[in-house]
């Protein structure tokens, strides 16, 4: 008994020495078999209580523990707003008669029913709150299920277009042997996406209105910064090139970075806040995306540290990938000083312009390798809205000076379109989506431009680029959130 004694003096000791003098403190204790959405509800109530929250993991002893304690407290730990979370080696209100905490918390379905901790707690002048907790969908675990782990399954590769083309996934897997140690420089806006994961309560009585109410939020590395990441994590050399505010988010983006392996040159504005786009979602849904972000041209004096930066970078640059989302990184000036060094230096270049809820003109970006927009950015590029794919793509071709060009087509999948050696005939072709079920459209461009242009660069045809770009999205879609490509993913994809 005496080691229980001295293991609870040594917990409350603990708590009070993390929670700081003058802190308000909130206890809940529980279970906590599997962490669920009725749990983070609680928990999250029980945080707003105070300042400190302090949670107790019963021991295995307890007669509803289904798995280990260290395995529970392990689930407990991983929740960031809980200050201080061990095993109980006493019962709950040996615990808070020791602790005094100034809140305890325990779950809605205990209100009716007789509470041993309630005199305790009433005893020295805290409060015993009762707060809904009730699990009303599945375990978070499958809300990470569905962020982390793609659906492989639904990826159906197009059998005749290899054929077509005279090429073999032999081929494609030599392919992606030539990333390794392959030098890249990434420029462009630095994103940060935001998941936030809704329960759906209803529908408002005053005003014909959803209401629904946060549980989980996830932070991706998002625009350019992810383009940097995929190439990384393919086995590229990568070094990324951006502009960000001063702000948590930035923190966030850089320490995501270098996590990913990416060496960033990333500065400052203090003039704009770092671009954060927020989805809110609901039953694997998006209902709303909120964009916080500023676009006006970064100062001249950015431009030119983004310049030296970028000039610096490419004595050891094979491949320059503009990432643009028309967000005032890449001003017009700094991407034609740039442009001309890379020919001066041979050195390839490939662009991509957004122009989803923005304007952008993906034409500005001359004699590149290839260009990979959207019907609608292509469109708005040479201010064709009526003729076909084909001829839309050969009047990009010629205002851009591009080489090749894919367009890409959402869920009708992606045209390419290449002059011949005599620059008076064009090539093209169309290759059908990969991915019959994809759970978030965001990033297919992305993974797209990354893998295609690396194919590319490294000596593919344009087909074996389009056809490897493919398989990349077909991955990156088959998940929720922006997260780096998995070799092991492609190679599965890319098995005969």
Same mark, same amino acid.
């Given at each position: ?46 945080a707003e209580c105070g300042d400190f ?82 699990? $009303?969908? *599945?375990?978070?675990? +499958? /809300? ?9 399954? !639904?990826?159906?590769?197009? %059998? ?76 590229a050399d990568v070094r990324y090139v ?38 809110? $979602?609901? *039953?694997?849904?998006? +209902? /709303? ?9 970064? !100062?001249?004096?950015?431009? %030119? ?177 922006n997260m780096p490509l998995s070799p ?9």
């Open positions: 008994m005496s080691k229980v004694i001295s293991s609870l003096v040594a917990d409350v000791d603990l708590v009070r020495q993390k929670a700081g003098a003058g802190k308000r403190l909130v206890f809940v204790s529980g279970n906590f078999n599997t962490i669920h959405p009725g749990h983070l509800r609680l928990l999250r109530f029980a929250l302090v949670v107790g993991v019963t021991d295995d002893a307890s007669e509803s523990a289904l798995i280990p304690a260290e395995l529970r407290l392990e689930g407990v730990k991983s929740i960031s707003f809980i200050g201080q979370a061990f095993v109980l080696q006493t019962s709950p209100e040996q615990f808070i008669r020791e602790l005094q905490p100034d809140v305890v918390v325990k779950g809605k379905e205990h209100g009716a029913r007789i509470n041993p901790e309630q005199p305790i707690v009433e005893s020295y002048g805290g409060q015993l709150i009762f707060s809904s907790g009730e699990m $009303r969908f *599945s375990s978070i675990d +499958l /809300l990470k299920r569905e962020m982390a782990e793609p659906n492989l399954s !639904s990826i159906v590769r197009p %059998q005749d277009f290899p054929g077509r083309h005279g090429f073999t996934m032999a081929d494609l897997r030599d392919i992606v042997k030539k990333f390794k140690g392959f030098r890249v420089t990434v420029v462009g806006d630095l994103i940060v996406d935001e998941y936030i994961t809704c329960d759906a309560i209803g529908m408002s009585q005053e005003d014909p209105t959803l209401v629904v109410t946060p549980i989980q939020n996830q932070m991706f590395i998002g625009g350019a910064g992810i383009v940097a990441a995929h190439g990384q994590t393919l086995g951006s502009v960000s505010g001063i702000d948590a988010t930035a923190r966030f983006a850089r320490e995501k970075l270098e996590e990913y392996g990416v060496s960033a040159s990333i500065f400052e504005d203090d003039s704009r806040p770092t671009t954060l786009k927020q989805r809110f $979602r609901a *039953s694997g849904k998006t +209902l /709303l995306r909120v964009s916080h972000l500023r676009q006006h041209d970064v !100062s001249r004096d950015i431009a %030119q540290k983004l310049s030296d930066s970028i000039k610096a970078a490419l004595p050891k640059t094979d491949l320059l990938i503009f990432s643009d989302f028309n967000y005032g990184c890449l001003p017009q000036a700094l991407v034609a000083e740039i442009t001309q060094e890379c020919k001066r230096r041979n050195i390839l270049m490939v662009a991509d312009s957004q122009s989803s809820s923005q304007i952008g003109d993906v034409s500005r970006f001359t004699d590149m390798m290839l260009l990979t927009p959207t019907e609608r950015e292509a469109r708005l590029a040479v201010r064709d809205f009526d003729s076909g794919l084909v001829v839309l793509a050969e009047k990009l071709r010629k205002q851009a000076r591009a080489k090749n060009i894919t367009l890409t087509l959402g869920a009708e999948g992606l045209l390419a379109h290449a002059a011949t050696a005599k620059n008076d005939e064009w090539l093209t072709d169309r290759l059908p989506a990969m991915n019959q079920a994809p759970k978030d459209s965001a990033g297919a461009g992305d993974s797209l431009l990354i893998a295609s242009s690396m194919a590319m660069a490294v000596g593919a045809t344009i087909w074996e680029s389009m056809y490897l770009g493919s398989i990349a999205a077909a991955c990156q879609v088959s998940r929720v959130g092991q993913d492609i190679a599965l994809e890319l098995a005969d």
